[in-house]
T-cell receptor
């Protein structure tokens, strides 16, 4: 089945540690995204990538980093510089970037808790 | 930056009743989409309405768009317990080279059996 796989589903981190969240898609989508979701809030865009080896900052990129070395993969690193990293992280992809309808397919999410 | 705001924040209804939730946004849009999120899961796309459309149907879903009021509504008819979820509107906005989806804060719908 085609889809987006995020791992791990749950992750615990000590303060000061970097952690990397994995996102893999087999939908042959060009664009990939990372969103952060906090309780009672909507999704906020962290980073997005339209093509391999290119990515752009979203609205809340500080304290995060990404790479896009392969079309299928878009890992997110939460660095120790992120002041409040405890959140639910969602990866998404879309097949169309540009004028028209940009419909997202989401993974199941990764819940990060900083101890 | 949050563009959309859903109203109400939470809604509780009985099975078989209709559920209506609203979304307001601030800037001109290319299209508006509705997504559903079951607790602790990812979002699932439900329906998309373009800026030049006023109403769209998909199964038990009916979406309206009023660009003059910058608002949209999602109607779920004959609700079922399985419809219990959070519902988010998302607006697609042109921004030069970027074309981002901006999500609202969501409506939590509880359908009581």
């Amino acid at each position: 089945d085609g889809g987006i796989t995020q791992s791990p589903k749950y992750l615990f981190r000590k303060e000061g540690q970097n952690v990397t969240l994995s996102c893999e898609q087999n939908l042959n989508h060009d664009a990939m995204y990372w969103y952060r979701q906090d309780p009672g809030q909507g999704l906020r865009l962290i980073y997005y990538s339209q093509i391999v080896n290119d990515f752009q900052k979203g609205d809340i990129a500080e304290g995060y980093s990404v790479s896009r070395e392969k079309k299928e993969s878009f890992p997110l690193t939460v660095t120790s510089a992120q002041k409040n990293p405890t959140a639910f992280y969602l990866c998404a992809s879309s097949s169309f970037w540009g004028a028209g309808a940009n419909v997202l397919t989401f993974g199941a999410g990764s819940r990060l808790t900083v101890l | 930056s949050q563009q959309g705001e859903e109203d109400p924040q939470a809604l509780s209804i009985q099975e078989g009743e209709n559920a209506t939730m609203n979304c307001s946004y601030k800037t001109s849009i290319n299209n508006l989409q509705w997504y559903r999120q079951n607790s602790g899961r990812g979002l699932v796309h439900l329906i998309l309405i373009r800026s030049n459309e006023r109403e769209k149907h998909s199964g038990r879903l009916r979406v309206t768009l009023d660009t003059s009021k910058k608002s949209s509504s999602l109607l779920i008819t004959a609700s079922r317990a399985a419809d219990t979820a959070s519902y988010f509107c998302a607006t697609e906005v042109y921004g030069g080279a970027t074309n981002k989806l901006i999500f609202g804060t969501g409506t939590l719908l509880a359908v009581q059996p």
